[in-house]
C-alpha cells in the first residue's frame, strides 16, 4: 500500500477514535466503541479487502448515525466515493429499531459491491461480540439478531467468498449456542 493510502487510512482511525471517544459498545459497557469500526476494517482486510476508500468507509460507517460528524467532514475530509458508503451504511436514528431493521433487510439488495461486503464485516463483527462477550441482552434476542443478520447478508453475498464463509461459520456458532438457551 502507498504511504498516501496509509495516511489516509490512518487518518480515517484518527478521526473515527475522535468522534468515538467517549462511547461503548451497547449491551457491554466495557469496550470502547472505537473497537468495533477497527475491527470490521481489519476484517476486511483479512478477507482481500485493499481499497483504502474501502476501509476508510469501514472505520466511519458509523460516524453519522453515531456521533456529530457531518456528511461534509466526511467528504472534505475523505472524499464523495467514500461519503457515498457510508451514506450507504447510515440508518436513520429517527426510526424505530424494527423500522431500520426492515430497511436494511429491504434495501441490501441495492447496496453498492462496497457498502455490501462492509454490511457483511459488520454483521460479522456483530455477531462475534455477542457469542464472545457478555453481551446484556436475553439469549431470544441474540438468536433473533443472527436471524435478522443472515436475512441482511443474503442480499450482500456473491462478492467475497472468504467473508461470507467467515460469516456462515459465526452464525452456525451462535445458532448452536444460543438455540439452546445458554
Request: glycine share 6%; net charge negative.
Amino acid at each position: 500500500m502507498e504511504q498516501n493510502q496509509t495516511a489516509l487510512i490512518l487518518k480515517a482511525a484518527n478521526y473515527a477514535a475522535g468522534k468515538h471517544y467517549s462511547q461503548r459498545r451497547k449491551g457491554y459497557k466495557e469496550i470502547p466503541y472505537i473497537n468495533h469500526p477497527i475491527r470490521v476494517a481489519y476484517i476486511l482486510t483479512e478477507n482481500g479487502i485493499t481499497d483504502p476508500d474501502i476501509l476508510v468507509a469501514a472505520l466511519l460507517h458509523d460516524i453519522l448515525e453515531d456521533t456529530d460528524g457531518t456528511e461534509k467532514e466526511i467528504e472534505d475530509l475523505f472524499g464523495s466515493r467514500v461519503l457515498k458508503i457510508v451514506l450507504e451504511m447510515t440508518d436513520d436514528m429517527s426510526e424505530s429499531s424494527s423500522i431500520r431493521k426492515a430497511r436494511q433487510v429491504r434495501e441490501a439488495p441495492g447496496l453498492s459491491d462496497e457498502a455490501k461486503q462492509i454490511k457483511i464485516a459488520d454483521k460479522i463483527c456483530n455477531i462475534y461480540d455477542i457469542i464472545n462477550y457478555p453481551i446484556k441482552w436475553s439469549t431470544s434476542r441474540k438468536y433473533k439478531y443472527i436471524l435478522w443478520a443472515e436475512q441482511v447478508v443474503e442480499a450482500c453475498r456473491g462478492l467475497n467468498p472468504g467473508l461470507e464463509k467467515m460469516f456462515d461459520n459465526l452464525v452456525m456458532e451462535g445458532k448452536d449456542w444460543f438455540s439452546d438457551g445458554r
